[in-house]
């Protein structure tokens, strides 16, 4: 009957929603000026447990819908301030690449650090949460799916400054419930972001949190503008061209040197990427693709959105290479 109930109230339709793991969409989600309430209760769930401990933020950079070009700052997806200072840094991530549990601490320390100004003193500096979701299992030894970190004493365990720098990460592939078995508005979170897609209608268990229906509004991809579709279908071919060359690395390196095997196969995605993007490149282009080392290779991935023009690229390839 519930389920009668909500595709007879949508005209006969069946919704289809927009999958939160994309940087279109997280940031569109999340990020947006609309999105404050959706920010809180979420940040609430992942970081508090769902207690209300945050009443009031401030999105930083919030998303502007009409912006459909440079979606991507440098790694962070959604960045706020809490009431008491707070800075919050929250990062989607899909894959367990190279250095990354690194990145992310780097990430947190250099947000940390570069809130002094000059002639400001280290009473100035206000805590900072690092939140990073990952579609992957980031710490086998546990199948906790929210695990959080700060500052601890080797052996007697108390904490150092426990709320100055924390690290919280959600590990999706942990989370196995299904839509009937969702208890908390934790639950609900988790599932949303990682089962937005395969829901047809807004179930009534998430109807139960305000904040989780407005943002399945906000998913549903009759509200969005052909522009935005189109760049939610481009970054999804992205994600699937680069989940079917990772696979083939994986399989390359068993045959060959598994690193060089990997490399290689980022080096061929990115190009059919770009190629994909710009039209076909020159000789001269291609070369300084295939000079760029391993690191190199995982900037350009990164930075893939932010080049509007042919030209664009061609610079910072010139800049990589020199």
């Not at 250095?99 to 206000?126: I, M, P, S, W």
């Not at 904040?211 to 579709?229: P, R, T, Y």
């Not at 390196?253 to 994909?276: H, N, P, S, W």
Request: net charge negative.
């Amino acid at each position: 009957m519930i389920f009668l109930r909500h595709y007879f109230n949508h005209g006969g339709c069946k919704l289809r929603f927009i999958s939160p793991k994309t940087d279109f969409a997280f940031k569109k989600i999340f990020g947006s000026d609309q999105s404050k309430d959706i920010l809180i209760s979420f940040l609430n769930a992942m970081i508090y447990a769902g207690n209300s401990v945050i009443q009031d933020l401030e999105i930083i950079d919030p998303y502007n819908a009409a912006d459909v070009v440079d979606l991507k700052d440098t790694y962070l997806d959604v960045k706020a301030v809490l009431e008491d200072k707070t800075t919050v840094i929250i990062e989607m991530q899909l894959w367990n690449v190279e250095a990354f549990e690194k990145r992310v601490v780097y990430n947190l320390c250099k947000t940390y650090g570069n809130q002094l100004k000059a002639g400001q003193g280290y009473f100035d500096l206000n805590p900072v949460i690092a939140l990073t979701i990952t579609d992957f299992k980031l710490f086998p030894t546990t199948e906790k799916v929210i695990s959080c970190f700060y500052f601890q004493e080797a052996v007697e365990h108390f904490a150092y400054q426990e709320h100055e720098l924390k690290l919280v990460f959600v590990e999706l592939p942990k989370f196995t419930k299904k839509l009937e078995d969702l208890d908390t508005v934790v639950d609900k979170w988790i599932y949303f972001i990682k089962e937005a897609p395969s829901l047809e209608v807004i179930p009534e268990k998430m109807r139960e949190v305000p904040q989780l229906e407005k943002a399945l509004n906000i998913a549903n991809q009759a509200g969005l503008s052909v522009e935005e579709l189109e760049k939610i279908r481009k970054q999804e071919m992205f994600l699937e061209d680069r989940r079917g060359a990772l696979s083939l690395a994986k399989r390359e390196g068993r045959k060959e040197d598994r690193e060089e095997g990997r490399i290689e196969g980022e080096r061929r995605l990115l190009l059919r990427q770009l190629e994909r993007r710009f039209g076909e490149f020159t000789p001269d282009a291609v070369t300084l693709i295939e000079v760029l080392n391993a690191e190199n290779l995982e900037r350009l991935g990164e930075a893939i959105w932010d080049f509007n023009t042919h030209d664009d690229l061609l610079n910072w390839l010139q800049q990589s290479s020199s």
